[in-house]
């Protein structure tokens, strides 16, 4: 199936002119705080669990002297705490998803 950059973009611009045909400027906005209230504390979570998810793995070792490492067990150390803190994010995530999708 093709489609050509002038259909896409008449699809786009005519979304745009019924919102701010039916809701005005306000229409783009809608579900901003639930979207915001979703994302601002599990991005918190995010990052507070992947520093304690890489301290863990670094068992111990110097968190500064292990960054400075570019060895491929420091790279699998960040990899890792990323994917259980993605994870950690997204069961913080889901509940407050729920409800924004509502909104």
């Excluded at 199936?1 to 005005?24: A, F, L, P």
């Excluded at 110097?62 to 994010?89: Q, R």
């Amino acid at each position: 199936m093709r489609h050509n950059s002038g259909n896409k973009q008449s699809v786009y611009s005519t979304v745009t002119r019924e919102i701010y045909k039916t809701d005005g400027l306000r229409g783009f906005y809608r579900g901003f705080w639930p979207h915001f209230w979703r994302d601002v504390p599990t991005f918190g979570a995010y990052f507070l669990s992947y520093d304690i998810y890489q301290k863990i793995l670094l068992r111990g070792e110097d968190p500064k002297k292990a960054m400075e490492d570019k060895s491929c067990k420091v790279f699998m150390i960040k990899l890792l705490a990323g994917g259980f803190a993605g994870m950690t994010n997204w069961g913080f995530a889901y509940p407050q998803d729920v409800v924004k999708s509502f909104a």
